[in-house]
């Protein structure tokens, strides 16, 4: 096997790395920020955490050692999750909050449109929402998408001699959804959704070929065994998933990251499927655009041939 690479953990060079003059990082809400690391946080600071997400307003308004008694916490660990966070203190986070919740006619659209679905909601409510979710899931998915790791992405995914896909459950709805769009333009690529497929394929990968793991939480045991194992074969990987930290993205040369909410009903579950199409309709253009001329005539053909076929029906 393939002695193991240094990683290109995405949200670290995120950090590290200065805008230049031509693009800069992406704008991301600090709630966005928090939510996708809140599962890899310390205890004490998951509990900051909840308190930001669940009131930013109030938490906001607090001082710093009102935040920590509310919390249960120390002064110190408040300015840790700062840290964690990307923030160089609590002033930081306390503007950032505030301009995270908005005004208070925003404050008030979030705690009537964005709530939790209750058991008797109205169906208009259902409606309104789940519509919100899914549009707020776009919205923040596309805010923070680091455009140079798409681009390294897109570049990987046009020279890859071999492509797999690898994701459970809704995730495989995904890696079904990317497989069709990138045959339609001629790439060939596979998408395993069962667990022995997946591991097998990406035993026989190698140098220049690529997998791509999709994964909400980062933690799907089945697809992250199957980049580990294309991994450790010389395979490039690109992880799809809501947490920066997670287990997945440990094993990512490159990390795609959506932003998802998770709440009653498990709307977190329709909306996580929303942004990560959002992601792959990202980097399927980006990789249509590479070789327009290309991907004009594979389109054309496909789509002759459809034609032919339901004409003859």
């Known amino acids: 096997m393939a002695a193991s690479r240094p990683r290109n953990h995405v949200r670290g060079d995120n950090l590290r790395r200065a805008p230049s003059a031509e693009r800069t990082a992406p704008t991301q809400s600090v709630l966005v920020q928090i939510r996708a690391l809140l599962p890899s946080l310390p205890p004490s600071e998951q509990r900051v955490a909840e308190a930001a997400i669940a009131d930013p307003v109030g938490v906001a308004g607090r001082t710093i050692s009102e935040l920590a008694t509310e919390c249960r916490t120390s002064e110190t660990t408040v300015i840790r999750f700062c840290r964690a966070v ?25 705690s009537s449109a964005g709530s939790e679905i209750e ?4 169906l208009a409510n259902v409606v309104s ?14 805010a ?43 790439h060939r690529a596979t998408a395993w959704p069962d667990r022995d497929g997946a591991v097998t394929s990406a035993a026989l990968l190698g140098r220049g070929d690529l997998a791509i793991g999709i994964s909400h939480t980062g933690e799907s045991a089945d697809t992250v065994t199957a980049m580990r194992e294309a991994s450790d074969n010389g395979a490039t990987t690109i992880a799809i998933t809501n947490f920066p930290r997670s287990e997945i993205a440990q094993v990512a040369d490159h990390v795609l990251v959506t932003a998802a909410r998770e709440t009653t009903f498990r709307t977190g579950a329709m909306s996580s499927r929303i942004a990560a199409l959002t992601l792959v309709d990202c980097l399927f253009v ?24 339901r004409s003859k029906g």
């Open 86 to 110: 990307g923030l160089k203190g609590y002033p930081d986070l306390r503007i950032a909050l505030a301009t995270a919740a908005g005004s208070k006619d925003g404050a008030r659209v979030w």
């Open 119 to 122: 058991p008797d909601d109205s």
């Open 129 to 142: 929402k789940l519509g919100f979710a899914d549009a707020r899931a776009v919205e923040e998915t596309i």
């Open 144 to 186: 923070q998408i680091d455009l140079d790791v798409l681009e390294r992405a897109i570049d990987a995914v046009v020279s890859a001699s071999a492509l797999d896909l690898y994701g459970v459950g809704a995730s495989a709805l995904i890696a079904l959804d990317l497989q069709q769009k990138l045959h339609r333009i001629g």
């Open 286 to 309: 980006g990789v249509a655009q590479h070789n327009s001329s290309r991907t004009t005539r594979a389109l054309e053909r496909t789509y002759s041939a459809v034609h032919r076929r």
